[in-house]
């Protein structure tokens, strides 16, 4: 069947071309006689007498967006109003690319701080380095009170225009000042996209945007002719997206003609099946994917597809379980609707939306990272009800998320990282250890001389323990190397790149390690043989 027109996306990053005439308030509505409800001139009191009476005057629309919060927020978790300057971003998010400088900034410390400039971009070209404090935009100079946001706004502009700043740097007694060309700047779905080891190919998807099948198959090809015949597909912290670019992106793994996902809900356009369109590259060489409690939505549709197939092996935790459809509507007035119009369900037949009825358990479902997450989570029993079955006949499970065939719990932790992370004292160090090093090598060991330099500059600069004091906690933690990796990662990140923070990242993370361990079994599971699925399993659904 061909795929359908209608555009169901995903999260509430999400856009569609559907429009609501006239905006929410276009028309005034009257409760019918026989209905016994409030009607809208009671809303209306109720506007009037705040606007009257409230002790400090109250912006209208503030007011309303209130009101329409509230009132969605009682439906489910994910139906939701955007704001205009919300819907704006979403919307530029979505496209994949704004107008910009290209770094990515952060507020550190009270002060606006550049964490990576963006390669290839007019901030990388000019010199942007990462510890950079922005002190000032033109010819104002920036608080302490400033915000991110406030800044980020700032920084954008129409292309083609120049914005000035000014910078102050580590080993740099005066400010450095720069006058930089806003550029298109691409918002990249594919992260990191590098071999791991001989053969293996790692590639990172952030999210699912217009652009992430166009991102993955070019960083497909580039890493076939580095010599990839594995691939580590990662999906953790996905929190999802465009439904069409999960259709995309399965469908460089599955054979053309493989049901992707369905949808259903109370209206006859609601229900879609969506099948592998074979439009785009595919691969068929052994897939481990990876995911966790930060996967969502169309994280959870690729790797339910994959796993319902048989493609290859879904590794790590236990995903978010959202089954849940957004139709996002634009309103007239610049803000958008994301309304949840139907239930998703993968292949076999899952519905893997997970219970919200605690709505602040649903959103904050605690650490599945940890052990005591691990053990309410990760390892909870199943169910019968719960059973279905792949396209092989192997068991999998609709139980609040997509279970991973192979579960790898990420519970190694360290009270000294935390209490140094918390103080960014990695990523101060690294930019100040590397303007006294500016030679220092990739694949950085940490020596104990460069351990002992990093505690004696938390002591200096932190003014939170002594160096000593440092040196014995350290000692004492089972997990001390999580804080040489730290050091370590900060410094090939400052120096190299994210592309090399992140290779740092993966020589210390243990679901990817395991990850590689697994391709054999990815294999086989890849080469049963398989049953032809009858369409009467959604019957059940």
Known sequence: MNRPKSRFLFALALIAGATLAGGAFAGKLHATPEREAPSLDEYADILTTLSDWAPEPIPPDKIVYASIHGMLGRLDPHTAFLEPDEFSAMKEKQHGSFYGLGIQIQKRMGKITVISPMEGTPAYRMGVRAGDIITHIGDEEL???????????????????????????????????????????????????????????????????????????????????????KLLFDLRGNPGGVLEQAVDVTDVFVPKGDMVVYTKGRTASSA??????????????????????????????????????????????????????????????????????????????????????????????????????????????????????????????????????????????????????????????????????PNASADLEITPEIRQEFFQFVENSAKYSTAADLQKAYDEDPNRALVDLAIRIEIENAKFGPEAGRRAFASGDPQIQKALTLFGEASRVASLPKKKREMAVKAGG
């Open 143 to 229: 608080k302490d009170d400033v915000s991110t946001e406030d800044v980020v706004r700032k920084l954008r502009g129409p292309k083609g225009t120049a914005v000035t700043i000014r910078l102050r740097r580590v080993g740099f007694p005066e400010p450095i000042v720069m006058t930089i060309t806003r550029a298109e700047i691409p918002t990249k779905s594919v992260r990191y996209a590098f071999m791991l080891e001989p053969g293996v190919g790692y590639i990172m998807l952030s999210d699912f945007t217009h652009t992430s099948s166009k991102e993955l198959y070019e960083a497909i090809e580039k890493l076939r002719k580095q010599g990839m015949n």
């Open 272 to 437: 879609q099946e969506y099948y592998a369109p074979g439009d785009g590259p595919h691969i068929d060489l052994p897939l481990v994917v990876l995911v966790n409690r930060g996967s969502a939505s169309a994280s959870e549709i690729v790797a339910g597809a994959i796993q319902d197939h048989d493609r290859g092996l879904i590794v790590g935790q236990r995903t978010w379980g959202k089954g849940l459809v957004q139709s996002v509507y634009t309103l007239s007035y610049g803000a958008g609707l994301a309304l949840t119009t139907a239930r998703y369900y993968t292949p076999s037949g899952r519905w893997i939306q997970r219970d919200y009825t605690d709505l602040l358990a649903y959103v904050n479902p605690g650490d599945p990272d940890s052990v005591a997450g691990a053990q309410t989570g990760d390892e909870a029993p199943h169910g019968e009800s719960a059973v279905f079955y792949t396209d092989a006949g192997r068991i999998v499970y609709a139980q609040g998320g997509i279970t991973p065939d192979v579960i790898v719990k990420n519970d190694r932790d360290s009270k000294l990282l935390q209490q140094l992370l918390a103080r960014y004292a990695f990523f101060n160090f690294a930019v100040d250890w590397l303007a006294r090093h």
